[in-house]
């Protein structure tokens, strides 16, 4: 068949993780990427990396240079006329997939080098051994990227300052609190709960034991998973460290994308390619305050069910998912709203191990499972791929629909977000309206790294619908909270705000 020369193709992807022992042997970010990139030109066929027309970083946390293109382009030793970096979020990388596809699509881009990479160990490690780093010339906290990077996406505030104030921010907060909704959404005891998610984990582990770019390789048992242990400190209630995304890695994925017009004039194989079918951008109401229900996810089921449709297929017919998988909630969250069992589906729903155990580096995960994607969908030619990129709270959503046959009716992008802005959103009650009675609808109990409950976070029902958010810090309360199930609870707020139970 005929393939439009302007149909973009996924023509080679490269992965490179580093686990240095000696501060001597550590390398930065770009250096990082840099291994990255040229692992992805191997991957393509080509002797070298070749020019591109732009280079787009994937914003990352470990250093901030002016122009972090242009330092890996002189690294690399190559040169692209469009410097870019995205704004933060796991998110990012499908989005900037999605956002390229269409710019080569229209015939405003022939090729472009997607990078991200993370040093977030080596710095830990630094900062702990009093280590001056040297990395070259750093962004400071209150600069600007230089005027010649342009920044991809828009960024979404997601945390009001009533949460804030609260000290509700933190994903580690957050996701822990999905958990028991989803939990009491399905009449379950909490026990029997855990034993389901840690035996979902399980299936993880397994998945990142087989993949050569895992950070963590070891199987680790659903028992494992769920019980504390000094190495597996409860965090929050109901999740153990090894529930909990892990950032703490050096790692770095590339992806080179162009169209079929350039990956022809390269000499790339056929047997290379890989062709994004379709790709969706969405996000939740922005706030968690605002969300209607925790154990729900509206604009996750709107954007899978587009992107699914643009790529005239459904779920059903999908044989390769990578859902993102920051925190269990996460996943089933995601499962669910697309049509999957998180539980019992014969389909693996991670194909890198997921960010607990292949490594979640910061805004840059889903490079690597893009990249995984594109070595399984080779060897599995027939297949379609699904992956779907989370950032926030379960709030900014990218979805990518992948296979090694063009799209019949053309790479297509788009977004249900007019739809998903209509959905029912609740009231947040602040001050003395939210004084009085009221019913806990989710929680979690934050844990000191000495083991012991610290914090009680809890979203709590009004008799008038509307939300209010409690904390508590008493030691009683807290042990109390941190075990059985308080989902429906009678409870009293104050008006400092503090959870007391009737």
């Known amino acids: 068949m005929t393939i439009d020369p302007s149909t973009p193709v996924v023509i080679g992807a490269g992965q490179y993780l580093l686990h240095a022992e000696d501060v001597a042997d550590v390398l930065d970010p770009i250096s990082l990427m840099a291994h990255a990139t040229r692992a992805a030109a191997t991957d393509a066929g080509l002797a070298a990396m070749v020019d591109v027309d732009s280079i787009r970083v994937v914003d990352f946390l470990s250093w901030r240079y002016h122009d972090p293109a242009a330092t890996l382009s002189h690294a690399l030793g190559i040169t692209a006329g469009h410097h870019a970096v995205t704004t933060m979020g796991g998110n990012s990388p499908q ?18 080098l997607l990078v991200g990479g993370e040093a977030a160990r080596t ?12 990395w070259g010339e750093r962004l400071g906290a209150d600069q600007a990227p230089a005027d010649t990077v342009e920044v991809l996406g828009s960024e979404l505030q997601m945390n009001l300052e009533a949460e804030t104030e609260r000290g509700i921010y933190l ?3 957050v996701y822990p609190m999905f ?22 984990w399980e299936r993880f582990a397994l998945v990142a034991a087989a993949n050569p770019y895992a950070w963590r390789r070891e199987p680790l048992t659903a028992a494992q998973i769920r019980t504390p242990s000094p190495d597996n400190r409860m965090v929050g209630t109901p999740y153990t460290k090894a529930m909990n995304s892990n950032n703490d890695v050096d790692m770095a994925a590339a992806v080179l994308v162009c169209s079929v017009a350039e990956a022809e004039r390269l000499g790339i194989a056929p047997d290379r390619w890989v062709f994004p079918q379709s ?24 954007g899978g069910a587009l992107a699914l449709e643009l790529a005239d297929t459904d779920i059903d017919s999908v044989g390769l998912i990578d859902l993102y998988s920051c925190f269990p909630s996460a996943v089933q969250l995601g499962a669910r709203s697309l049509g999957l069992d998180p539980y019992g589906d014969s389909r693996p729903l991670t194909l890198t191990g997921g960010l607990c155990f292949a490594g979640g580096p910061w805004n840059n995960y889903v490079m690597h499972a893009i990249a995984t994607m594109v070595a399984e969908l080779r060897e599995r030619p027939d297949e379609t791929a699904l992956i779907w990129a989370n950032g926030g709270y379960a709030t900014k959503h990218a979805f990518g629909v992948y296979r090694t046959e063009p799209p019949a009716a053309g790479y297509r992008t788009g977004s249900p977000q007019p739809d998903i802005d ?10 003395a309206e939210a004084v009085g009675s009221a019913t806990i609808e989710a929680y979690t109990v934050m844990h000191g790294r000495d083991g012991d409950p610290s914090q009680a976070i809890a979203a709590c029902l009004l ?19 941190a075990v059985g199930e308080w989902v429906g609870t009678a409870a009293h707020l104050d008006a400092a705000g503090t959870i007391l139970l009737d």
């Not at 900037?96 to 269409?102: F, I, V």
């Not at 028991?180 to 998610?197: K, Q």
């Not at 969706?280 to 996750?300: K, L, Q, Y």
Request: proline share 6%.
């Open 422 to 431: 209509r959905l029912a959103s609740r009231e947040l009650a602040l001050g």
């Open 123 to 134: 710095r830990r490690r630094a900062r702990r051994d009093q280590i001056q780093l040297d």
């Open 279 to 302: 790709g969706t951008d969405c996000h939740e109401h922005p706030f968690i305050s605002h969300r209607w229900d925790f154990a729900e996810t509206p604009a996750i089921a709107a």
């Open 179 to 200: 958990e028991p909704a989803v939990r009491a959404a399905d009449g379950l005891d909490p026990d029997d709960h855990l034993r389901r998610i840690s035996e979902m």
């Open 171 to 173: 994903p580690i907060q």
């Open 95 to 112: 989005s900037l997939m999605n956002t390229t596809c269409a710019q080569i699509n229209a015939g405003q881009l022939n090729s472009a």
């Open 463 to 481: 008799p008038d619908g509307r939300r209010a958010w409690a904390t508590s810090e008493d030691p009683g309360l807290c042990t109390a909270m």
